[in-house]
């Protein structure tokens, strides 16, 4: 009860949703990304608020099949992930869709553009089992 709360959980979230908007409670716990987009909108923006912490950050993953390793489809996956965090696309991505800046996106832009003393990337030009435990 560190919030004083009497949590009831639903059957699915569209019914967490339609309680919260129809007045048949008091708050929402859901996906804070969910949760921003719903308060861009006028019927929840107006009435509505995220007032309490995002409490569990779960970063974004990638999954290929084994059968992938060291294809050019891996290799394809591996650049275009670089490439996000290097370039700040995702951080981007948050800006456009008016989500506030992640800290796995801050975090993730800052260190892979990190350089050594010798001028390269501390976490290198690909992903692969040799890119710093930091930079995954």
């Given at each position: 009860m560190k919030y004083g709360i009497n949590l009831v959980a639903l059957y699915n979230n569209q019914a967490?949703?339609?309680?919260?908007g129809d007045g048949r409670c008091d708050g929402l716990l859901y996906d804070d990304t969910n949760i921003v987009a719903l308060?861009?909108?006028?019927?929840?923006?107006?009435?509505?608020e995220m007032r309490l912490p995002t409490l569990?950050?779960?970063?974004?993953?990638?999954?290929?099949?084994?059968q992938e390793h060291g294809s050019a489809f891996e290799r394809l996956i591996s650049d275009?992930?670089?490439?996000?965090?290097?370039?700040g696309q995702l951080l981007e991505l948050e800006r456009h869709w008016k989500i506030p800046a992640s800290s796995f996106a801050l975090k993730h832009n800052q260190i892979w553009n990190q350089k050594k003393t010798?001028?390269?990337y501390f976490c290198g030009e690909k992903l692969n089992p040799d890119t710093p435990k930091e930079c995954r």
């Open positions: 967490s949703i339609n309680a919260l308060l861009q909108t006028t019927r929840w923006s107006s009435d509505h569990y950050v779960t970063p974004w993953s990638i999954a290929l099949r084994s275009a992930i670089v490439d996000w965090h290097r370039t010798d001028g390269t």
